[in-house]
């Protein structure tokens, strides 16, 4: 069993940045961020795939950047120019032999 826990959510200004941050209660293949709103299907934000490259949901190229310390078991995702449209809840995701484990969920709220 592994566990993630995300930190860094919160409110923020259209604009704004935030630094979201997960760590994984031990090591963990592929590691990624995701976000859902009320109403919708979770959607990926931007994760880290099999042969180790980036990839990112078309909304947020650009402006969110993610990054992983394997040795501390941890994938950080960096927002800039947030906007009102990124509100959501934000959840890490990481998978070992083929089970995906999830966070409980951090708020990230834009809004002026």
């Known amino acids: 069993q592994v566990q993630l826990v995300e930190s860094g959510g919160g409110l923020v200004q259209p604009g704004g940045s935030l630094r979201l941050s997960c760590v994984a209660s031990a090591s963990i293949f592929r590691m990624g961020w995701y976000r859902q709103v009320p109403g919708k299907e979770r959607e990926l934000v931007a994760s880290?795939?099999?042969?180790?490259?980036?990839e990112y949901a078309a909304s947020v190229k650009g402006r969110f950047t993610i990054s992983r310390d394997n040795a501390k078991n941890t994938v950080d995702l960096q927002m800039n120019s947030l906007k009102p449209d990124d509100t959501a809840v934000y959840y890490c995701k990481g998978t070992k032999y083929a089970r995906n484990y999830w966070g409980q969920g951090t708020q990230v709220t834009v809004s002026s």
């Open positions: 880290f795939t099999d042969f180790g490259s980036t």
